[in-house]
């Protein structure tokens, strides 16, 4: 889960992280209120998640109230990679000589978490230059870790010793909240030598929540991902017309490419997860029915952990109330008595998925 | 790393639950010896005829098994691991998904200490035809003996690419699922290593997907090491968005890293042949023979 920047920095304050003083804003004239409260000149922030905000014109710095007014209804208005803001952040702005780089992040390859740390920072992580990589133990980081980090960065002995108690900070906040990355970029080093988090990039183990209640209503719920993700699978809106539903994420993403290629767009990701039963199946297919914009609902099932007869069972009862066209290609475990459950019902079975996709795109 | 032989006998974590029940008979059908049941406080029943213990080092003392397949839940499946390895399990297969991180670095850590192999977790396990033996929750009729090693990091596809290559006459020597999760107890590049020195292996099909970079990783191995078997990959995922956690926790891309367009180059990079759809990974080892 990626917090937003604005809880992201709530929790770095929750761990003594200084950053610049900041009010959340929810409409425009809360917007302008805020900035009442600020020390111009104000940065507005929109948060949202995609990417590139930036470059997108999704931050604005503003010194009086009637450009705040409206930058805020600009950014309010303005989607970024398809996403627009519910919130904005309205944040006092730092002045700063230069940008460093600093995160905790999750190195699959190395199977271990690790450091991040550069001297040039507020590029990509991948395009920074001069990088520092240190694997952090896994009970955590001690003084001495930290320090040698910004020794390697060969920071001045005031920003080493500020940079390190940062560091420290950011990592048990990372292994405490079990985050998959807390990122600072930029980390400010202002006028004064003062290093300041300008942006803070948090994203949160989903497999941990259990461990981690306080996350639990960090997210403004979208009602659909809200029922997929209570049912216990996988979905993702896709913004197409075909509903895309299977069991296991790696059959639905290869079933996804087969409907792309074909010439289809994908509504959504449906991955029903390991051993999904006649009610969670009943469930996704009412859900992607409701899914506004789909016309055609394709389903890939190939039986292991998940019995293609409680699939079968599934859609016969949710086809039974009605329901979008359904093409379905069921194999695997119990196969063939899952195809003769669906006898006499309006699915369209297919042996393969290819002959599905092709029908499903077609609308045949 | 360890693969499953013939008549072995294997214990099962989490035996009396709903899965843990039907994967029992299922592996008692296709002719792996499931020895024993481990789950706290069941000990002095049976499931399929099998006895269930309390602990795993009880089981190991009765039935001398030194292999388990895990079902336990997420939120116990660090416990469980732990109590496996601690007590001298060498082969432990977690099937359970949605472990956090943190749990499966930890149990990664403990094997390599205790030279034991994982394998998962979030996968299917791992099936080797010609010794009648699987481990995991794979459907059996997809699978048939023969010279074709598979791992993949998604289960389904797994069953869905050997099927496609049993029915064109090609069985598997070995099928695993590596897993579904960012850390993967034993990784791409350890199988790969392991099949190039098993005589029962003569081509390896590599199945991969979006995020992170194992493939990459893989890729940059098999160029370095000059890898004496043909390789064929599949990498799902070619349409995939970007910042969504497709399904499987390890399968997201975050702005250009992690995208299947990257590994697909990388493998081609390295000399390996890329299917473009699960469906021509059997021509693609046809070419290969």
Not at chain 1, 23 to 38: M, N, P, Q, S, W
Not at chain 1, 190 to 202: E, I, Q, S
Not at chain 2, 59 to 85: D, Q, W
Not at chain 2, 207 to 217: L, M, S, W, Y
Request: hydrophobic share 40%; proline share 5%.
């Amino acid at each position: 889960m990626r917090l937003f920047e604005y809880q992201a920095k709530e929790l770095f304050k929750e761990y003594g992280l200084s950053v610049p003083k900041s009010i959340r804003a929810d409409t425009v004239d809360g917007a302008v209120e805020a900035f009442g409260k600020l020390a111009p000149p104000v940065a507005i922030k929109s948060q949202v998640l995609a990417g590139g905000r930036g470059k997108a014109g999704g931050i604005a710095i503003v010194s009086d109230a009637a450009s705040v007014r409206s930058e805020a209804e600009r950014i309010f208005g303005l989607s970024i990679g398809g996403e627009k803001p519910g919130v904005l952040l309205l944040e006092e702005a730092y002045p700063h000589d230069s940008e460093m780089y600093l995160s905790v992040t999750l190195d699959r390859g190395e199977r271990s978490f690790v450091v991040i740390a550069a001297k040039a920072g507020g590029v990509e992580v991948e395009s920074l230059s001069g990088k520092v990589i240190r694997k952090i133990p896994i009970d955590g980081i001690d003084e001495k870790f930290a320090a040698g980090v910004a020794e390697d960065l060969k920071l001045p002995p005031r920003q080493a010793e500020q940079h390190a108690r940062i560091l420290l900070s950011l990592e048990r906040l990372a292994r405490e909240k079990e985050c998959e990355l807390a990122e600072i970029n930029p980390l400010a080093v202002g006028k004064d030598g003062t290093l300041v988090p300008l942006d803070a990039k948090v994203i949160v183990d989903d497999n941990a929540l259990f461990r981690h209640p306080e996350f639990a209503k960090l997210h403004p719920e979208d009602e659909l991902e809200g029922e997929a993700s209570r049912q216990g699978f996988a979905f993702v809106r896709l913004g197409g017309d075909i509903a895309v539903v299977g069991n296991g994420a790696g059959l639905v993403l290869s079933t996804l490419d087969l409907v792309g290629d074909a010439g289809g767009t994908p509504a959504c990701f449906l991955d029903l997860g390991g051993g999904a039963q006649q009610d969670r199946v009943e469930a996704a297919l009412r859900l992607v029915n409701r899914l506004p914009g789909v016309r055609r609902i394709l389903v890939n099932i190939y039986g292991g952990i998940t019995r293609s007869t409680d699939v079968a069972a599934g859609i016969r009862a949710v086809l039974a109330e009605g329901g979008k066209p359904l093409y379905a290609r069921v194999s695997g475990a119990d196969e063939e008595e899952a195809r003769k459950l669906l006898v006499g019902t309006r699915a369209k079975l297919y042996r393969t998925a290819p002959e599905a996709v092709e029908a499903v795109v077609k609308g045949q | 790393m360890i693969i499953p032989g013939r008549g072995e006998p294997v214990m099962v974590q989490g035996m009396t639950g709903t899965y843990g029940r039907l994967h029992t008979k299922l592996m008692l059908q296709y002719g792996t010896k499931v020895a024993a049941g481990v789950t706290p406080g069941k000990g002095g029943q049976a499931v399929e005829g099998v006895p269930v213990y309390d602990t795993v080092a009880e089981a190991m003392e009765k039935t001398g098994a030194r292999a388990s397949v895990c079902f336990v839940p997420a939120e116990y499946t660090y416990s469980a691991g732990k109590e496996a390895l601690d007590a001298g399990v060498t082969l432990l297969v977690l099937i359970t998904e949605h472990v956090p991180v943190r749990d499966e670095l930890r149990l990664v850590q403990l094997a390599q200490t205790r030279g034991a192999t994982i394998i998962g977790p979030n996968c299917p396990g791992i099936i080797v035809p010609s010794q009648k033996v699987k481990m995991g929750i794979m459907p059996a009729p997809s699978f048939s003996p023969g010279k074709v090693a598979l791992f993949s990091r998604s289960g389904t596809l797994t069953y869905e690419i050997a099927g496609q290559l049993t029915a064109a006459g090609y069985g598997q020597s070995v099928a695993v699922g590596v897993g579904g999760d960012p850390i993967n107890g034993s990784t791409p590049i350890e199988w790969m290593d392991f099949l190039q020195n098993d005589p029962g292996t003569d081509v390896v099909v590599a199945v991969g997907e979006i995020g992170g970079d194992a493939e990459e990783r893989l890729a940059r191995h098999i160029k370095k090491s000059g890898y004496g078997k043909p390789i064929v990959s599949y990498v799902a995922g070619r349409h995939a968005p970007k910042e969504k956690k497709m399904g499987h926790a390890g399968a997201i891309i975050y702005g250009d890293f992690g995208t299947a367009d990257s590994k697909i180059r990388a493998f081609t990079d390295a000399g390996v042949k890329v299917a473009r759809t699960p469906m021509e990974v059997p021509s693609l080892v046809r070419q290969s023979l």
